[in-house]
């Protein structure tokens, strides 16, 4: 079974903090990974791809990949209230399919 | 340029029906992805349509079942409905197979 494990939630982080979301996946094969935002009641919103080793910043968002540790993971800085919400990650391999993890429910406290 | 949609929003059907999905594609996008995703999961994939054809099958009985049409929208289909097929199924358009994938709003399943 390949999966996507997510460290469980939820995640409260006051604002202004840094959010820290972390995930391993045990498909050796899978190449690119994903971070999604799913607000409550609407359908996942893509907000970070990384396919290579290393750092990947967008905005306050910063991607993390490090493949020999089969590990991913996603720092939010200054956290704001709106970034409440569900974060998804996923990896995707040779099937091309995206395989999702069950998701961190990170709550910013104003 | 336009998004993904998906049609209809919500959606109850009994026990033993038969159900049609629909989603039409971002601009450009010739892949289509489809996943159920039930309360507090994430998405679980059922199959992906490239260039009209089925490109890969997730873990989902032969009931469940899909098109793409030359537009590269698509359809999902789901006979014989279950209670356990109560869910969010979401549409997802990518530009190739390989490249990101943008949801749709979903459709919600409920299965009376």
């Known amino acids: 079974q390949k999966e996507v494990e997510q460290n469980s939630g939820p995640l409260s982080v006051p604002e202004g903090a840094i959010a820290s979301l972390n995930c391993t996946y045990s498909?050796?094969?899978?190449?690119?990974f994903f971070w999604y935002r799913q607000y409550s009641g609407k359908s996942p919103e893509l907000i970070m791809s990384?396919?290579?080793?290393g750092d990947k910043e967008d905005g306050r968002f910063t991607a993390q990949l490090n493949k020999a540790s089969q590990y991913v993971s996603l720092l939010i800085r200054d956290s704001q209230p709106s970034d409440s919400a569900t974060y998804l990650c996923?990896?995707?391999?040779?099937?091309?399919?995206?395989?999702f993890g069950s998701g961190t429910q990170l709550t910013v406290l104003p | 340029e336009t998004g993904v949609t998906q049609s209809p929003t919500h959606l109850i059907k009994t026990r033993g029906q038969q159900v049609t999905l629909r989603c039409s594609s971002q601009?450009?996008?010739?892949?289509v992805s489809w996943y159920q995703q039930a309360l507090g999961q994430g998405p679980q994939f059922i199959f992906q349509?490239?260039?009209?054809?089925?490109?890969g099958r997730g873990n989902f009985p032969p009931r469940f079942s899909g098109l793409q049409f030359p537009n590269y929208s698509s359809e999902l289909n789901v006979n014989a409905l279950e209670l356990d097929d109560s869910a969010l199924y979401l549409c997802?358009?990518?530009?190739?197979?390989?490249?990101?994938?943008?949801f749709g709003p979903g459709t919600r399943l409920t299965v009376t």
């Open positions: 997802a358009s990518s530009w190739d197979r390989n490249y990101e994938q943008y």
């Open positions: 498909d050796r094969g899978s190449q690119s």
């Open positions: 990384i396919y290579s080793n």
């Open positions: 996923a990896g995707s391999g040779s099937a091309r399919q995206l395989t």
């Open positions: 601009s450009g996008h010739n892949t």
């Open positions: 349509y490239y260039r009209e054809e089925e490109n």
